[in-house]
C-alpha cells in the first residue's frame, strides 16, 4: 500500500483485495484492514470481519475445552499456514447452553422492622375556672356552729399539738390546772383556751377555719387574778398527759 520495498528480514501479511493477493508490511496492515482488505487465511471470502472470526475462534477453543478435545492450534504471526480453521456455521447453533454457577444463592433482605408509635395521648377535659375559685383550701375546715362543738373541737386540736406536754410538765410541780375554754365573742372561728395554776398561766388561741395554723400562745402569766372572772371558771379538765376534756356539768 505505502509502494516501497521490503527490507529483509521484515515480515508481512497477504491480504485479497479486488480479486488479487497483495501483499502489506507491518506499517500498513491498520490501514488496510481499515479499508476492508481481507487477510489471506485469517478472513474468508465471504468478507467476515477480522472482529467476527476472532470471536468465534474464541468460542469454538471454549467449546472444545468444555467437551474434552484437544484445543485448536494457535494462531502465530498472522501466517496463513499457521491459524486454526473456523468451524461451519451450524456449529454455532449446537454450542451447549452455559452451566449456571454453583454455589450461588439468592440473598432476600429482612424486612425493616419499625417501632409502632404510642398511642396519641387522651385529651384532658378542660379545667373549670369557676371549680377552682370555690374551692376550698387545704387546712380550712367548717367551724361548729355552736358552743359546744367549739369547744369540744378547739380541745381535739390542743391536744393534738405539742402543748399538752407542757401542761403535763407544770401539773408534775404545781399540781392539777384550772382549764377554761370560751368560744371569741367577735370572731366565729376562735376558741381561747387558757390553763393556769397559782403561780402560772398561759392563754391558747385556736383558728377553727385555720386549723392547719395550729394552737397560738397569746399570753402568759404568774398570777391567777391577771384574768378575767370567765377565764378563772374552769369547764374543762387536764389528765396526766396534759391532756384536755371537757367536763359534764362545768359551766
Not at 391567777?224 to 369547764?235: A, G, Q
Request: proline fraction near 10%.
Amino acid at each position: 500500500m505505502c509502494g516501497r520495498t521490503l527490507l529483509r528480514g521484515e515480515n508481512s501479511d497477504v491480504f485479497l483485495h479486488g480479486g488479487t493477493r497483495r501483499t502489506v508490511c507491518e506499517l500498513c496492515t491498520g490501514r488496510a484492514v481499515h479499508e476492508g482488505w481481507i487477510r489471506e487465511g485469517i478472513d474468508d471470502a465471504l468478507g467476515r470481519s477480522p472482529r467476527e472470526g476472532a470471536a468465534r475462534g474464541l468460542l469454538t477453543r471454549l467449546r472444545t475445552r468444555r467437551d474434552g478435545g484437544p484445543a485448536p492450534a494457535a494462531r502465530r504471526g498472522g501466517r496463513s499456514g499457521d491459524h486454526a480453521a473456523e468451524p461451519p456455521e451450524d456449529e454455532w447453533d449446537e454450542l451447549p447452553p452455559l452451566e449456571p454457577l454453583e454455589n450461588t444463592r439468592t440473598v432476600i433482605p429482612e424486612p425493616i422492622v419499625r417501632d409502632p408509635e404510642p398511642p396519641a395521648p387522651e385529651p384532658q377535659p378542660a379545667a373549670d375556672p369557676y371549680a377552682e375559685a370555690f374551692h376550698e383550701p387545704r387546712g380550712v375546715h367548717a367551724v361548729p356552729t355552736n358552743a359546744e362543738l367549739k369547744i369540744a373541737r378547739a380541745l381535739e386540736v390542743f391536744n393534738a399539738s405539742q402543748h399538752p406536754r407542757t401542761v403535763s410538765g407544770v401539773a408534775r410541780s404545781l399540781g392539777a390546772p384550772i382549764v377554761s375554754a370560751r368560744p371569741s365573742q367577735t370572731e366565729g372561728s376562735i376558741v381561747s383556751v387558757v390553763v393556769g395554776w397559782e403561780l402560772s398561766w398561759y392563754r391558747y388561741e385556736i383558728d377553727l377555719g385555720d386549723e392547719a395554723a395550729g394552737v397560738r400562745v397569746i399570753g402568759q402569766g404568774a398570777e391567777l387574778d391577771e384574768l378575767t372572772p370567765e377565764e378563772r371558771t374552769p369547764n374543762a379538765a387536764a389528765d396526766d398527759a396534759g391532756e384536755l376534756h371537757r367536763v359534764a356539768g362545768v359551766a
